[in-house]
């Protein structure tokens, strides 16, 4: 009798854990799955630090904007990074991460542009920032990006927990014809991430080229980064003037306006693109099928990269590579300024 109350114990406990297991997982719809998806990762070692970082591009549905003649292609990135001694233990060396989209041929017939809707943008760790549902929105690009700088050394959390952990907002940002989005961690870390959302509108009928670039900085190594180059030509037409076959070509599907909102999640579409395409009142066409031509750009150029970081920046190279963090000097001046 003792037996079998400690079996029924036993299987009880191991059901909470299951129980438990699953409610902490992460909703994610299966349409969160990019229709393409990219990803590279880099290494590089000075001075007894090797500073490892990956990134993962997804790009997901094209909607064509009527009001604006265009298609509009999402696309979202996570990179992340962490730092190691060459026996293999953490050491805490990573101090500023940056994403750069650059618009490059064609620019009159290509806009980027990004969402206002908290789930754009996110970063880990930070001190600040709001936190929102990144789970049906980064969780599968995160987990690729992580399991790919796993092959260097395992990353401080999970994908899971990483969206569970971002919180909104940036240090330094651009927008434009060039997107910058940067985060300054202090003191430095160890293992950081962040995931980034936005949008580039591109005419019917045009081939345009742009960037995107992920970087890691820090002290000694200088900057391990990834990069792509990204030409996309976009639909002859309007799909309201298509044949039936090119709307198979491209995968077009007609949304009717009432169920457009309901379905935005599913869709990956922004807040304001559902807003402005019920404002115009009609069928919405959505592409799933839109190609895209990437070439990884190794190696990334070194001193274009820094030179972009210290364009924005309050402090020269000596300070922000050297062996003290200024970010942390600001924060305590700060601080002191407040006392």
């Given at each position: ?8 114990a036993?299987?009880?406990i ?15 719809s ?5 229709v393409?998806?990219?990803k ?18 997804g ?5 064509y904007?009527p ?28 101090r ?12 009159a ?17 930070r001190?600040d ?11 599968t ?7 790919y ?42 293992d950081v ?18 960037s995107v670039g ?8 200088e900057?391990?980064g990834?990069?792509?180059?990204f030409?996309?030509?976009a ?21 009717p ?6 379905r ?5 579409l ?11 009142g ?15 750009c ?13 364009e924005g ?17 600001k924060t ?8």
């Amino acid at each position: 009798m003792m037996l079998r109350n400690r079996k029924v114990a036993v299987n009880m406990i191991i059901a909470a854990v299951l129980i438990m297991n699953i409610l902490l997982m992460p909703v994610v719809s299966a349409y969160e799955n990019p229709v393409y998806n990219w990803k590279l990762k880099k290494a590089v070692s000075y001075g007894g630090i090797n500073a490892y970082t990956a990134a993962d591009v997804g790009r997901f549905t094209a909607p064509y904007i009527p009001s604006r003649n265009a298609y509009e292609y999402n696309y979202r990135i996570t990179g992340v990074g962490e730092t190691r001694t060459s026996s293999g233990g953490s050491t805490a060396a990573c101090r500023v991460q940056a994403v750069e989209i650059k618009e490059l041929e064609n620019k009159a017939n290509q806009a980027m542009w990004t969402s206002t809707d908290s789930q754009r943008i996110g970063a880990w760790p930070r001190s600040d920032g709001n936190s929102a549902y990144y789970a049906n929105v980064a969780y599968t690009i995160s987990s690729i990006a992580i399991s790919y700088i796993n092959s260097y050394a395992n990353f401080a959390i999970s994908a899971a927990t990483l969206v569970s952990s971002l919180l909104s907002g940036c240090d330094e940002q651009q927008d434009g014809e060039t997107i910058w989005r940067e985060w300054e961690y202090d003191p430095d870390k160890t293992d950081v991430g962040h995931f980034f959302w936005w949008l580039n509108d591109i005419k019917p009928g045009q081939t345009v080229k742009f960037s995107v670039g992920d970087y890691l900085f820090g002290p000694s190594y200088e900057v391990a980064g990834v990069k792509w180059t990204f030409t996309v030509t976009a639909p002859s037409r309007a799909p309201s003037k298509m044949t039936e076959v090119e709307k198979k070509k491209y995968g077009i599907e007609v949304i009717p306006l009432n169920q457009l909102k309901t379905r935005s999640s599913e869709l990956n579409l922004a807040p304001e693109t559902v807003e402005e395409l019920i404002e115009y009142g009609e069928p919405v066409y959505v592409a799933h099928n839109l190609p895209v031509e990437v070439v990884s750009c190794e190696p990334i150029d070194k001193e274009e990269v820094i030179s972009k970081l210290l364009e924005g920046s309050k402090y020269s190279r000596k300070e922000l590579f050297g062996p003290v963090n200024p970010f942390v000097n600001k924060t305590n001046k700060s601080e002191e300024s407040l006392s």
